[in-house]
């Protein structure tokens, strides 16, 4: 892991720039929105659209013209501007501290790009290092200004701790947070199964977009071939007799963790994104950027 | 042959100690390195399956321990050769008796003798035997030590430490109590009984030979100081052989003489050795294809020189003076008593009633000599005594009779300290005295005028005899290879070309061992010597075509080993360890390159 004060160089925040500019280029004037997306709903002022109405929905909707007209009833929906909040939330956990360079430090660095653009956009932004709960966590935050503020955070953030997302999205929304994306970013390797995870946020009715990283060293692991695999977190050790099949079955046991994660998330019509430490963070945070998600 | 070959004891050590290397090594293996990665969920999640066949996982570690014991107990138990009686052989014992005697020395068509061919036959039959059987060899010259059976490595020793002994009378040995099946290896012409329960396996194969079956160097009775070689040649071969005989001595003439002989014909020849020297005689006779080479040779000594130099000192003997005048390659030097002068150098000293005040330089024959310093005084004269006895084995009385000695008067002379042998006459009144000190000495206590010996017949062969004798002149003793024994007491014996021969020095008599034909001299401490001419020289040996068996015959009684099968499993068992050994790595090396060890 790097020291405190390097970790967001001048290097990095030219790339933040350039990705700031890249994310205008894909949506043109996203910077003149305060909003995140507009919502159709039974209040608001601009009409959007009619809906049929549904037994036990409110009836001070009801269009009473339409129904005499065509004898149904039928529901007015207008558009409703929303501010909805971008919670980021980081791993935080000992095993993110694995790698060269550390999965943790990675990170970081996307927890900190997107937060910037997010910033940037004009939107509220709460940054939240997690393991089996909440480590640290900034309180949400809007406008550029907050930039500086939010890499401070970041490099005062260690890692540590075991990974119990279930706990810490808990811990997190049970204090009446308001509805919003969420940006996990993360390695999954929670013993509990990330699933347990990912259904906390669908109980709070969070959107989710999963950045899963790992490093080279995990898909591939160059072991001996007697081993005492020793866990980063739990500080248990298994023996084991490595061969080359066994190291086969363990690539494929990974790629269906990886593809465990991003099903789970296509399923719920969520985001995900995943690279290895090896590849520019500007990558990963253009392959959030393209799936429309994050920029709107 | 036995290589690496080890007892029981041994091989229980090595094994022994192989598996503890092996299993030593097994706990030096170094424990497995520590690992740290971020998360062994997927790990457990993979090996969670693989748990179930944890006990496939502990049989493969000791099925890895079992092929490293087996590669290592494989390897050990090929060096220590093991053989097992449980691979298909009753135990049996077995007693094989191996013919060493001389003509096993033959050579056979293939370049090999038939000893070597009968050591290969009885190591053969010691391996066919089982493991846990008994196993004794005996041969034919006695050389193998006697004892009981024992085990098969023992056996092989002893025929390894066995060898063709040229002289003896070679026989077939005694063999010990006990149930044993008896294995006789022979060719069948010098042993050629064996017991009617033996099974006789033969080494025979006809072979070509021509030998000198007789030798020796010997004066003529009537002329004892001229010598002749008599050679006795033998073709015993199977077909016409032509045959050259040649004479050599030691550094003078030659002779050469070709001879045609009939298959089995034997034929001789005296030959005048006049013209040669004193000195070795050697007589060799070459043909060719000669598959038998120790009897092709054969060694004698010529004791007479080419000249001798006498002088004889007396106041005047027609006897002495017209003997020695006749006797051949002799130079005679007669002076009077007054004309000795103590310079005067000859080979020989002969006083006639005189003696020299000192002792002379070189072999002296006195006849009735005053006292003088040197010599034991006279205790007084006598008058007509009688003749009582004399020695005739002595050389000095060889061929000579004294029946008709008459002596009209004789000096009695004390008998000296030293060592002296009384040839005529007894130890009170000695006639002829003779003595070995620095120089030989002959003393005849009569003078020849005061009796009828020289008038004898003898006179003149005791004269020659005594010249001989004074001069070491004597042939060389005649002897078989083998166990020699000469009758000088501590003497040290050397070859012709000087090397010393181990002897064994008794009190009495020396011995030593001459397993090659060749002349030997034997010197003792005082100075005494004698010459042994070995030579093989017997018909008997020649005769290396005497062979009542056929070639390669084996003749069995009861047995069920027979010569030339192929060796058992036992035998080659060690080829098959290291072969196991072998694969078994190669099995291992693939299997690790292939990561198929998990």
């Known amino acids: 892991m790097s020291e405190k004060g390097t970790l967001f160089d001048d290097e990095f925040l030219k790339r933040l720039e350039y990705l700031n500019l890249v994310a205008n280029h894909m949506i043109p004037g996203h910077m003149h929105g305060e909003h995140r997306a507009k919502k159709t709903t039974s209040s608001g002022i601009e009409f959007a659209d009619y809906q049929q109405y549904v037994s036990g929905e409110d009836t001070k909707n009801v269009d009473w013209r339409t129904y005499l007209r065509l004898d149904k009833l039928i529901v007015r929906l207008f558009e409703e501007e929303t501010d909805l909040p971008i919670y980021i939330f980081f791993d935080a956990s000992a095993s993110m501290g694995y790698g060269v360079p550390a999965k943790f430090d990675y990170a970081r660095k996307v927890a900190a790009a997107l937060c910037y653009v997010g910033l940037l956009n004009q939107d509220r932004v709460n940054l939240v290092g997690f393991a089996d709960g ?88 160059d072991l001996p071939d007697e081993v005492l695999l020793e866990d980063a977190e739990l500080g248990t050790s298994q023996r084991v007799r490595v061969t080359p099949a066994l190291l086969d079955a363990y ?25 290895t430490t090896d590849i520019p963070f500007e990558e990963l945070i253009l392959q959030v950027f393209r799936q429309g998600r994050f920029l709107r | 042959m036995i290589f690496l070959g080890m007892s029981a004891g041994m091989i229980g050590v090595l094994l022994g100690g192989t598996v503890a290397a092996v299993v030593f090594l097994y706990w030096l293996k170094p424990p497995p390195q520590r690992v740290i990665v971020p998360s062994t969920m997927l790990w457990d999640r993979l090996l969670k399956e693989k748990k179930r066949n944890t006990w496939l996982d502990r049989l493969r570690w000791w099925l890895s321990l079992m092929l490293a014991l087996t590669i290592g107990l494989s390897v050990a138990s ?92 070679p026989e077939f040995p005694d063999l010990p109590e006990g149930e044993s099946e008896i294995f006789f290896v022979s060719d069948g012409v010098m042993v050629d009984e064996a017991p009617p329960e ?48 040649r004479l050599s001595g030691g550094t003078e003439g030659g002779v050469r003489d070709t001879l045609t002989l009939q298959a089995g014909e034997t034929r001789s020849r005296s030959i005048d050795l006049s013209s040669f020297g004193r000195g070795p005689v050697r007589a060799v006779v070459t043909a060719d294809s000669d598959a038998f080479p120790a009897d092709d040779y054969a060694y004698g000594f010529l004791p007479i020189r080419a000249q001798t130099r006498v002088a004889l000192i007396t106041p005047g003997s027609v006897y002495l003076e017209n003997v020695l005048a006749d006797v051949p390659r002799l130079s005679l030097d007669v002076m009077k008593p007054a004309q000795y002068n103590p310079q005067v150098s000859a080979d020989v000293y002969i006083f006639d009633r005189f003696a020299p005040p000192a002792a002379p330089r070189g072999p002296a024959l006195l006849f009735l000599p005053p006292d003088v310093a040197w010599l034991t005084r006279t205790l007084a004269v006598v008058e007509a005594p009688e003749v009582p006895d004399w020695n005739p084995a002595h050389p000095v009385l060889r061929f000579v009779a004294l029946e008709d000695l008459r002596i009209d008067r004789a ?48 006179f003149p062969i005791f004269l020659a005899n005594t010249l001989g004798w004074l001069i070491d002149e004597q042939v060389a003793l005649a002897r078989a290879p083998g166990r020699i024994e000469v009758p000088l007491p501590a003497a040290a014996v050397t070859n012709l070309e000087g090397s010393d021969i181990v002897a064994w020095p008794l009190s009495d008599r020396t011995v030593f061992l001459a397993d090659q034909p060749g002349l030997y001299t034997v010197v003792a401490e005082d100075g005494r010597r004698l010459r042994v001419a070995v030579n093989l020289a017997s018909a008997e040996r020649t005769s290396v075509n005497d062979s009542g068996l056929a070639s390669d015959e084996i003749t069995s009684a009861t047995s069920t080993v027979m010569a030339g099968a192929e060796p058992g499993p036992s035998e080659e068992l060690w080829i098959f360890l290291l072969l196991l050994a072998l694969v078994l790595v190669v099995a291992e090396w693939v299997t690790y390159h292939r990561r198929l060890t998990v």
């Open chain 1, 134 to 221: 909440i480590a640290q966590e900034l309180s949400a935050r809007r406008g550029k200004h907050q930039v500086w503020h939010a890499f401070r955070f970041l490099e005062s953030v260690e890692a540590g701790g075991v990974t119990a997302m279930e706990k810490a999205f808990k811990g997190f929304f049970s204090s009446r947070r308001r509805r919003g994306l969420v940006v996990v970013v993360s390695d999954f390797m929670d013993e509990a199964g990330f699933a347990k995870g990912f259904d906390m946020l669908r109980y709070f009715r969070q959107d989710l977009f999963a950045v899963h990283i790992h490093s080279p060293e995990e898909v591939r692991p």
């Open chain 2, 198 to 245: 033996a099974t006789v396996i033969s080494v025979f194969e006809p072979a070509h030979n021509v030998g000198i079956t007789a030798f020796e160097v010997q004066a003529l009775p009537s002329e004892p100081t001229r010598y002749y070689a008599f050679v006795q040649v033998k073709n015993a071969s199977y077909v016409e052989k032509q045959i050259t005989l």
């Open chain 2, 411 to 458: 000096a009695q002379i004390a008998m000296p300290a030293e060592a002296a042998e009384v040839v005529v006459g007894n130890r009170l009144l000695p006639l002829v005295l003779v003595s070995e000190q620095s120089e030989r000495i002959v003393r005849v206590s009569f003078a020849l005028e005061d009796s009828n010996f020289a008038l004898q017949p003898g």
């Open chain 1, 251 to 275: 690539a494929e046991q990974f790629e269906e963790h990886c593809e465990e994660v991003g099903s789970y998330c296509r399923k719920n019509g969520w985001g995900y994104v995943r690279s």
């Open chain 2, 78 to 169: 090929g060096i220590g050769r093991p053989e097992f009686s449980s691979l298909g052989r009753d135990v049996r014992n077995i007693t094989v008796v191996i013919d060493n005697s001389a003509t096993m020395a033959t050579r056979t068509a293939d370049g090999f003798t038939r000893w070597d061919h009968a050591v290969a036959h009885a190591g053969q039959v010691l391996r066919q035997g089982s493991a846990g059987g008994r196993f004794l060899i005996l041969d034919t010259s006695g050389q193998a030590p006697p004892g009981e059976p024992g085990d098969r490595r023992s056996a092989l020793e002893v025929l390894a430490g066995l060898t063709v002994s040229l002289g003896g009378e």
